[in-house]
């Protein structure tokens, strides 16, 4: 059996799930997702927790598996904590400082790499 598919997600308070069919609906405090799931996969809401199960050990599904609660687990994290990427700059003479809203980073070029914010973008 799949080490990720067999695992459940678990639902957060404040998030609200509604399963309709193959297409599951994941809202919360940061928005809504919609996806629609293969035809084989079994999806399915006990409690506060998503559960995916596979009909058979054929190979296709044990790839949709995994795929599948990964999937739903992407959009319960993406509905409560939303995406977010973090830059780390090691070495030494790099700095990066923000300057207003543009992010200012000396990163050994002859000048400096400006970054402004952008709408819905923050940078901190």
Do not use: C
């Not at 830059?87 to 200012?104: I, M, P, S, T």
């Amino acid at each position: 059996m799949s080490r990720i598919g067999r695992l459940p997600v678990e639902i957060p308070a404040g998030v609200e799930v509604k399963l309709e069919g193959k297409t599951l609906t994941v809202k919360g405090p940061k928005g809504t997702l919609t996806q629609e799931f293969h035809k084989d996969m079994i999806v399915e809401v006990e409690g506060n927790a998503i559960v995916v199960t596979r009909p058979s050990e054929i190979k296709e599904h044990k790839s949709l598996h995994g795929l599948t609660r990964s999937l739903i687990a992407n959009m319960v994290e993406g509905v409560t904590t939303g995406f977010s990427k973090t830059l780390e700059v090691n070495g030494v003479g790099y700095r990066v400082a923000k300057q207003g809203k543009d992010l200012v980073m000396n990163l050994g070029f002859s000048h400096q790499v400006i970054m402004p914010e952008i709408d819905g973008i923050t940078i901190d």
